[in-house]
DNA sequence: GCTCTGCAAAGAGGA
């Protein structure tokens, strides 16, 4: 057997930031004129430390060139969060090249010696953002290309997998299982066909077209390679040909030719999270081998990874191996090497960790870690915007060019960014291929994506590790419960006190780590139940391996949520297709939105009659829009004003779209929007009103679907299917083209992320209200990007494609024209008299007056007259607290005190909760709390939105009780519209101190 | 100056 000894990484490193050193001069100092956004050095959960897991800001970069001399970098470092307390850190012999700027915070691994470290050829390790941690594939993939390596990071699967993909993950299962439990001929086939026709893969199946019997056979093919593996290293071991290996402790320093023999098999896919190497990965499987040679065995902890490819033994898969050598020191003592074992032939080749191909590999990872995190910059001292930076370069072979899969996106980016900077150069025979690639874009296009690209880059998140909330010192009870395949059920209890309610609600995604240093991201999953000390959650791993007594924490997951989705559909949107070009040109260019003329060429006569029926139940501006969708050529924008009937309006556009024969996509950002309208639906359907019923997963179970082609006549029998925004990635929709897209919240989500379903169908219908709350954009700068325009709102101005929803049911006249004096300029109306006139019942209410005798409560007698549906409240001369009534507030601190207010008189009824939050809903009496009561003070940005207070006023169906001070509240325009006309309504009036709130 | 929804993930081979 030939084994490769060694094989030393020479890598070179692209560098293209603007330190590099001209190497005429003799000595000299540079400080970096680039200020980069460094999201790392910028968060405050960068905690400085000393000691093992060290974390250094650095303050100072100086580059120093002698003459005859190799350069060297000197990092002016801190651990101590005031900045004093300077240490040196000097990097030589290519360390140098690493791209560190000020402000950076680094890991140091090594030897410091009063107070300087040197990370050099022989020792030491400098580990760029340690916090941002790599994944092992993410690294070596970017030995051949760093620009995939970091692309393929952004556009996280936009990459369509392949068969031999495919039957790699199966093989790689059923060889997984297998050590672990009986490597037998007769289990192994047995376990291949139970995974092979299971139900596990049966998706990706679909999605990538194959049969069960095409896969099995392929397996099958690999099985016999398993038993002589098996053979080789586990039974026999002394049959096997020697390989090179060479370890610290192993004797004699020629003898490194031994025999390998695979003792115990201690984990599969070993999870494991290293803020020491900024690394990340899963171990396909940990072993106990043993290491017989010459001089004796000894026995080591291993990393083995396994290929089903072709056997090439690979600097990549070479790579790979000792990255997770580095990854096991999070847990163990060091494996000093692992093993690549090739699947098809059953050959093992050792690899081992040494030192120079660990320092190449880390030297790479602190590259693509720079270029990960300095994704825009900010170039002149004046302007403050940001702008989209360089990728790393484009490599000049053609030859792997051609078979990337991110060959689109690393041309859109080129096109779109680097082709305008003067500092970008290209590969001269690339540049015509890029335009070729590109041609089918226009100007409009590109500046589309770069905007876009540039405004979900500022808002990306990183960094996994973060301080957020933690459940610690928690030990695992009970046994493990397999709830289905891969669905571990695990309970823990608090070894002390309980569990704060806030920390962990049910629904939460976790990540569970030990509580000891190494254990970080044993496996992560969802919370299913938490009471007094105990929580019990759903995890991904079966933990019951672990030591009895390890103790363990559950962090609340906030993971890189929604940065995924968008980038996937901006690169979609962008493709050389039909469906992508015809919404670039309705959402990009605006393309005048067409109808057909008459209704009779959609609508065929054997579902006439139905959809009159369902016609019958609708008012005339629902029913103009079912006519305008049914018209469409492109899309429709419904508005829904507030109480105008949404839900009902949706439904009756589903039914009557599947009369016709439509096939229908419908979506919402938010998983309840969705549920609220299928609950509405199932009713029509006569069948049990319990959505679950419609679930994918439960129709497969139900149905026993085993095999691709009942799955795909399952997804080809619903005409109707349901899922939210981001659940668009589901194969199902991967091959099905709906007649009509529908979605819901519309004015609620954000641009790409509404894309995503459009993609899938013809034509499409936005329902939403643009002068309700916008898509939520915590970061500022996305904000005045635009970030927060929905595409309901950037297609509204083809006014063509506009149907109002006017006649509303839930206020009553008084309250409604509120609304239609501050935004909708008299368009809203009751929908019947009843509506208008409704009152509150308040029927303790004579007995209570009595008891209100007081003069000094007069106001109160006011306020709760049901003839008097709006009411404001002036707390100015009263002086009163204004956290001493409420029911919604702008402010989340107002809630609590009224929440804790009523929990103090047990008054848990009412339910309390923000305007956001409201939005969607309503209820017979609203209160709105509006806090402020100053003038002098800054103004909040909260309450200068007009959108925000149309929801908090049209969230009443009978009665509006406002309370604010009114000079305060006249500082804001919204809010001073308001008041005047209350005030020339005689809406106003003031109140004295109360006591007791339990009245309603 | 304070409003908060979304979601599995690293790797599965190919040249």
Same mark, same amino acid.
């Given at each position: 057997?030939?084994?490769?000894?060694?094989?030393?990484?020479?890598?070179?490193?692209?560098?293209?930031?603007?330190?590099?050193?001209?190497?005429?001069?003799?000595?000299?100092?540079?400080?970096?004129?680039?200020?980069?956004?460094?999201?790392?050095?910028?968060?405050?959960?960068?905690?400085?430390?000393?000691?093992?897991?060290?974390?250094?800001?650095?303050?100072?970069?100086?580059?120093?060139?002698?003459?005859?001399?190799?350069?060297?970098?000197?990092?002016?470092?801190?651990?101590?969060?005031?900045?004093?307390?300077?240490?040196?850190?000097?990097?030589?012999?290519?360390?140098?090249?690493?791209?560190?700027?000020?402000?950076?915070?680094?890991?140091?691994?090594?030897?410091?010696?009063?107070?300087?470290?040197?990370?050099?050829?022989?020792?030491?390790?400098?580990?760029?953002?340690?916090?941002?941690?790599?994944?092992?594939?993410?690294?070596?993939?970017?030995?051949?290309?760093?620009?995939?390596?970091?692309?393929?990071?952004?556009?996280?699967?936009?990459?369509?997998?392949?068969?031999?993909?495919?039957?790699?993950?199966?093989?790689?299962?059923?060889?997984?299982?297998?050590?672990?439990?009986?490597?037998?001929?007769?289990?192994?086939?047995?376990?291949?066909?139970?995974?092979?026709?299971?139900?596990?893969?049966?998706?990706?199946?679909?999605?990538?077209?194959?049969?069960?019997?095409?896969?099995?056979?392929?397996?099958?093919?690999?099985?016999?390679?398993?038993?002589?593996?098996?053979?080789?290293?586990?039974?026999?071991?002394?049959?096997?040909?020697?390989?090179?290996?060479?370890?610290?402790?192993?004797?004699?320093?020629?003898?490194?030719?031994?025999?390998?023999?695979?003792?115990?098999?201690?984990?599969?896919?070993?999870?494991?999270?290293?803020?020491?190497?900024?690394?990340?990965?899963?171990?396909?499987?940990?072993?106990?081998?043993?290491?017989?040679?010459?001089?004796?065995?000894?026995?080591?902890?291993?990393?083995?990874?396994?290929?089903?490819?072709?056997?090439?033994?690979?600097?990549?898969?070479?790579?790979?191996?000792?990255?997770?050598?580095?990854?096991?020191?999070?847990?163990?003592?060091?494996?000093?090497?692992?093993?690549?074992?090739?699947?098809?032939?059953?050959?093992?080749?050792?690899?081992?960790?040494?030192?120079?191909?660990?320092?190449?590999?880390?030297?790479?990872?602190?590259?693509?870690?720079?270029?990960?995190?300095?994704?825009?910059?900010?170039?002149?001292?004046?302007?403050?915007?940001?702008?989209?930076?360089?990728?790393?370069?484009?490599?000049?072979?053609?030859?792997?060019?051609?078979?990337?899969?991110?060959?689109?996106?690393?041309?859109?980016?080129?096109?779109?960014?680097?082709?305008?900077?003067?500092?970008?150069?290209?590969?001269?025979?690339?540049?015509?291929?890029?335009?070729?690639?590109?041609?089918?874009?226009?100007?409009?296009?590109?500046?589309?994506?770069?905007?876009?690209?540039?405004?979900?880059?500022?808002?990306?998140?990183?960094?996994?590790?973060?301080?957020?909330?933690?459940?610690?010192?928690?030990?695992?009870?009970?046994?493990?419960?397999?709830?289905?395949?891969?669905?571990?059920?695990?309970?823990?209890?608090?070894?002390?006190?309980?569990?704060?309610?806030?920390?962990?609600?049910?629904?939460?995604?976790?990540?569970?780590?030990?509580?000891?240093? $190494?254990?970080?991201?044993?496996?992560?999953?969802? =919370? !299913?139940?938490? /009471?007094?000390?105990?929580? +019990?959650? #759903? @995890?991904?791993?079966?933990?019951?391996?672990?030591?009895?007594?390890?103790?363990?924490?559950?962090?609340?997951?906030?993971?890189?949520?929604?940065?995924?989705?968008?980038?996937?559909?901006?690169?979609?949107?962008?493709?050389?297709?039909?469906?992508?070009?015809?919404?670039?040109?309705?959402?990009?260019?605006?393309?005048?939105?067409?109808?057909?003329?008459?209704?009779?060429?959609?609508?065929?006569?054997?579902?006439?009659?139905?959809?009159?029926?369902?016609?019958?139940?609708?008012?005339?501006?629902?029913?103009?829009?079912?006519?305008?969708?049914?018209?469409?050529?492109?899309?429709?924008?419904?508005?829904?004003?507030?109480?105008? $009937?949404?839900?009902?309006?949706?439904?009756?556009? =589903? !039914?009557?779209? /599947?009369?016709?024969?439509? +096939?229908? #996509? @419908?979506?919402?950002?938010?998983?309840?929007?969705?549920?609220?309208?299928?609950?509405?639906?199932?009713?029509?359907?006569?069948?049990?009103?319990?959505?679950?019923?419609?679930?994918?997963?439960?129709?497969?179970?139900?149905?026993?679907?085993?095999?691709?082609?009942?799955?795909?006549?399952?997804?080809?029998?619903?005409?109707?299917?349901?899922?939210?925004?981001?659940?668009?990635?589901?194969?199902?929709?991967?091959?099905?083209?709906?007649?009509?897209?529908?979605?819901?919240?519309?004015?609620?989500?954000?641009?790409?992320?509404?894309?995503?379903?459009?993609?899938?169908?013809?034509?499409?219908?936005?329902?939403?209200?643009?002068?309700?709350?916008?898509?939520?954009?915590?970061?500022?700068?996305?904000?005045?990007?635009?970030?927060?325009? +929905?595409?309901?709102?950037?297609?509204?101005?083809?006014?063509?494609?506009?149907?109002?929803?006017?006649?509303?049911?839930?206020?009553?006249?008084?309250?409604?024209?509120?609304?239609?004096?501050?935004?909708?300029?008299?368009?809203?109306?009751?929908?019947?008299?009843?509506?208008?006139?409704?009152?509150?019942?308040?029927?303790?209410?004579?007995?209570?007056?009595?008891?209100?005798?007081?003069?000094?409560?007069?106001?109160?007698?006011?306020?709760?007259?049901?003839?008097?549906?709006?009411?404001?409240?002036?707390?100015?001369?009263?002086?009163?607290?204004?956290?001493?009534?409420?029911?919604?507030?702008?402010?989340?601190?107002?809630?609590?005190?009224?929440?804790?207010?009523?929990?103090?008189?047990?008054?848990?009824?009412?339910?309390?909760?923000?305007?956001?939050?409201?939005?969607?809903?309503?209820?017979?009496?609203?209160?709105?709390?509006?806090?402020?009561?100053?003038?002098?003070?800054?103004?909040?940005?909260?309450?200068?939105?007009?959108?925000?207070?149309?929801?908090?006023?049209?969230?009443?169906?009978?009665?509006?009780?406002?309370?604010?001070?009114?000079?305060?509240?006249?500082?804001?325009?919204?809010?001073?519209?308001?008041?005047?006309?209350?005030?020339?309504?005689?809406?106003?009036?003031?109140?004295?101190?109360?006591?007791?709130?339990?009245?309603?």
């Amino acid at each position: 057997m030939g084994v490769k000894f060694g094989l030393y990484l020479k890598l070179s490193l692209f560098l293209h930031v603007g330190w590099l050193f001209s190497n005429s001069t003799v000595f000299f100092v540079i400080s970096c004129y680039f200020s980069f956004q460094k999201k790392v050095a910028d968060s405050p959960d960068a905690i400085l430390r000393n000691g093992l897991n060290n974390r250094y800001r650095v303050l100072e970069v100086s580059v120093i060139q002698r003459n005859g001399s190799d350069p060297e970098k000197h990092l002016a470092i801190t651990a101590s969060p005031s900045l004093e307390d300077r240490e040196l850190c000097i990097l030589r012999n290519g360390w140098e090249s690493v791209p560190v700027v000020p402000g950076d915070i680094v890991h140091l691994e090594g030897q410091c010696s009063s107070g300087t470290w040197v990370i050099n050829a022989q020792s030491g390790y400098l580990v760029l953002y340690p916090d941002l941690l790599l994944s092992g594939t993410t690294i070596s993939s970017s030995i051949r290309c760093m620009r995939r390596a970091v692309l393929s990071e952004r556009f996280r699967g936009s990459e369509s997998g392949s068969p031999q993909m495919l039957v790699g993950t199966i093989l790689h299962d059923i060889f997984q299982q297998s050590i672990t439990n009986d490597l037998t001929q007769e289990k192994v086939q047995e376990l291949a066909n139970k995974i092979v026709y299971g139900q596990k893969y049966l998706k990706e199946m679909y999605l990538l077209n194959m049969k069960q019997a095409q896969i099995m056979q392929e397996i099958e093919e690999y099985l016999p390679s398993f038993f002589k593996w098996a053979e080789d290293f586990m039974h026999n071991p002394a049959n096997q040909n020697k390989m090179q290996l060479k370890l610290s402790n192993g004797g004699k320093p020629e003898d490194v030719s031994s025999k390998i023999e695979v003792v115990d098999i201690l984990d599969i896919e070993e999870n494991i999270w290293s803020p020491r190497f900024g690394l990340k990965g899963k171990i396909d499987v940990t072993a106990r081998v043993k290491i017989h040679c010459q001089s004796g065995a000894q026995s080591r902890v291993m990393p083995l990874e396994l290929k089903s490819g072709k056997e090439s033994n690979s600097i990549e898969h070479r790579s790979q191996v000792i990255l997770y050598t580095l990854l096991s020191l999070e847990r163990r003592a060091d494996p000093e090497a692992g093993f690549l074992l090739y699947l098809k032939t059953g050959t093992m080749y050792p690899v081992s960790g040494a030192r120079m191909d660990r320092r190449e590999l880390m030297k790479l990872r602190n590259h693509v870690a720079f270029y990960l995190t300095h994704s825009t910059y900010k170039s002149d001292v004046g302007r403050q915007n940001s702008q989209l930076a360089a990728l790393p370069p484009v490599i000049d072979d053609s030859q792997t060019c051609k078979y990337c899969s991110q060959m689109h996106n690393c041309f859109l980016y080129s096109r779109a960014v680097e082709q305008k900077m003067a500092s970008v150069a290209f590969p001269p025979a690339l540049v015509p291929v890029i335009d070729r690639e590109t041609q089918h874009l226009k100007p409009s296009h590109l500046e589309y994506f770069s905007l876009w690209y540039l405004i979900f880059l500022t808002c990306e998140v990183l960094f996994l590790i973060k301080a957020g909330d933690c459940v610690g010192n928690m030990i695992r009870v009970d046994e493990v419960h397999e709830v289905s395949e891969g669905q571990y059920l695990h309970f823990f209890q608090r070894r002390n006190g309980a569990i704060s309610g806030t920390n962990l609600l049910v629904g939460d995604r976790v990540v569970v780590s030990g509580e000891e240093k $190494g254990l970080l991201g044993l496996a992560t999953g969802y =919370v !299913r139940e938490v /009471s007094g000390t105990k929580v +019990s959650c #759903l @995890l991904g791993r079966n933990l019951s391996n672990l030591p009895k007594n390890t103790v363990f924490r559950l962090d609340h997951d906030e993971g890189d949520v929604g940065t995924g989705v968008p980038f996937k559909n901006l690169s979609k949107l962008m493709k050389d297709c039909p469906v992508s070009e015809r919404l670039r040109n309705l959402i990009i260019d605006f393309q005048k939105p067409c109808f057909i003329q008459h209704l009779s060429s959609v609508l065929p006569p054997e579902a006439k009659e139905t959809v009159a029926n369902i016609l019958k139940g609708l008012n005339k501006p629902q029913k103009q829009a079912m006519k305008q969708v049914l018209l469409s050529k492109d899309y429709t924008l419904i508005v829904g004003m507030p109480g105008t $009937g949404k839900t009902t309006t949706i439904c009756a556009l =589903v !039914r009557i779209l /599947s009369a016709c024969g439509f +096939s229908v #996509l @419908l979506t919402s950002f938010t998983h309840t929007a969705v549920d609220n309208v299928l609950l509405k639906l199932a009713k029509f359907k006569k069948v049990h009103p319990d959505i679950q019923k419609y679930t994918e997963e439960e129709i497969c179970r139900s149905r026993s679907i085993k095999s691709v082609t009942d799955l795909e006549e399952v997804y080809n029998s619903q005409p109707v299917v349901a899922t939210s925004c981001m659940g668009v990635n589901h194969p199902i929709f991967a091959q099905k083209q709906f007649d009509f897209c529908i979605v819901d919240e519309a004015s609620q989500i954000s641009q790409l992320v509404c894309l995503g379903p459009l993609f899938c169908s013809k034509r499409f219908v936005l329902v939403g209200d643009h002068q309700q709350l916008p898509p939520l954009v915590l970061n500022a700068e996305a904000r005045d990007l635009g970030m927060s325009e +929905s595409l309901f709102k950037r297609l509204e101005q083809n006014q063509n494609a506009v149907v109002q929803l006017t006649v509303q049911y839930r206020m009553n006249s008084k309250i409604m024209s509120l609304s239609n004096m501050l935004v909708y300029e008299g368009k809203l109306e009751c929908g019947s008299e009843k509506v208008s006139n409704a009152t509150v019942n308040l029927p303790n209410l004579k007995k209570l007056k009595l008891d209100l005798g007081d003069a000094s409560k007069s106001w109160l007698k006011e306020v709760l007259d049901p003839d008097t549906p709006v009411c404001f409240l002036n707390t100015e001369k009263a002086g009163c607290k204004p956290s001493d009534i409420g029911i919604i507030s702008p402010y989340r601190h107002q809630l609590k005190t009224i929440t804790d207010l009523m929990a103090k008189w047990k008054e848990n009824r009412v339910e309390v909760n923000t305007v956001d939050k409201y939005q969607g809903r309503d209820k017979s009496i609203i209160i709105v709390s509006f806090v402020r009561n100053s003038i002098d003070e800054n103004l909040g940005s909260l309450l200068k939105d007009w959108r925000r207070l149309n929801v908090a006023i049209t969230r009443a169906k009978h009665k509006l009780v406002m309370v604010g001070c009114v000079p305060s509240l006249c500082c804001y325009p919204p809010l001073e519209k308001l008041l005047c006309h209350l005030q020339s309504q005689a809406m106003i009036s003031f109140f004295s101190i109360i006591h007791k709130c339990n009245i309603l």
